[in-house]
Structure formats: structure tokens, C-alpha cells
């Protein structure tokens, strides 16, 4: 139901902007989140951000790097990555969840299990 595009392979250093739609429905008032994983390890937060994009949380290992932005009326997620490392190689999923809050604790939006919807995954490999 969510549709994750934008991953490509980058060298160390560079930037990619991960784009997230929701075809046919919309999220005007889902929280949407970022994850990412690599092989043999859970699914890791990277980024969420409120239904009316009030508040955006980041983990630590991307913060100042990342930016996650919304268009509620294009019902698409925006996940721009910036000063990519070699670490930040993985899949990329993005996620829905409708509880609707106004805010969230990192306790919440760490949990994968809290979110409704799920994307299908797109890859980022950063080369160094």
C-alpha cells in the first residue's frame, strides 16, 4: 500500500532524496516514518515525522544529515539524505501508522510493530 522509490547506489559524501506515495489512499493524517535494514539485522528507525508535520524525529546516526518532509496533498513522504556514509547502506522502507497523534515518543516510533502500512523497500549503497 506504500510505495518507496528514489534508492540508487552514491559515492561517500553524496546525497539522494527517497520518495514514499501512498496510491490510492491518503495519509493526510498518518504518522510516516523512515526505516532501514541490512541483512541478519532488525529494522532500524531512521526518521518520522506527524501527520501535519509539526513535529520530525531522527535517529541519532542521522541527525543533522537527513531531513524527512511530507506533502500531504501529493500523499507522498520525502526522506533527502545528505553526507551519505558507507553505514547508511541498506534497504529503506517507509511506514504508515494512524493512531494520529500530535506527538510521539522515540520509545513509539522505534517499534516497527506500532506501524500499519509498509512499502516495499528500496536499496541505497553508499560506496566509499
Known amino acids: 500500500q506504500l510505495q518507496a522509490s528514489g534508492g540508487g547506489l552514491v559515492q561517500a559524501g553524496g546525497s539522494l532524496r527517497l520518495s514514499c506515495t501512498a496510491p490510492?489512499?491518503?495519509?493526510?493524517?498518518?504518522?510516516m516514518g523512515w526505516f532501514r535494514q541490512t541483512p541478519g539485522k532488525e529494522r532500524e528507525f531512521v526518521a518520522a515525522?506527524?501527520?501535519?508535520?509539526?513535529?520530525?524525529y531522527y535517529a541519532d546516526s542521522v541527525k543533522v544529515r537527513f531531513t524527512i518532509s511530507r506533502d500531504n496533498a501529493k500523499s507522498t513522504v520525502y526522506l533527502m539524505m545528505n553526507a551519505l556514509k558507507p553505514e547508511d547502506t541498506a534497504v529503506y522502507y517507509c511506514?504508515?501508522?494512524?493512531?494520529?497523534?500530535?506527538?510521539?515518543?522515540?520509545?513509539?516510533?522505534?517499534?516497527?510493530?506500532?506501524?500499519?502500512?509498509w512499502g516495499q523497500g528500496t536499496q541505497v549503497t553508499v560506496s566509499s
Open positions: 515525522i506527524t501527520w501535519s508535520g509539526e513535529h520530525t
Open positions: 490510492g489512499r491518503t495519509i493526510s493524517t498518518d504518522l
Open positions: 511506514a504508515a501508522d494512524k493512531t494520529g497523534f500530535r506527538s510521539y515518543t522515540l520509545t513509539y516510533l522505534n517499534k516497527p510493530t506500532n506501524y500499519d502500512y
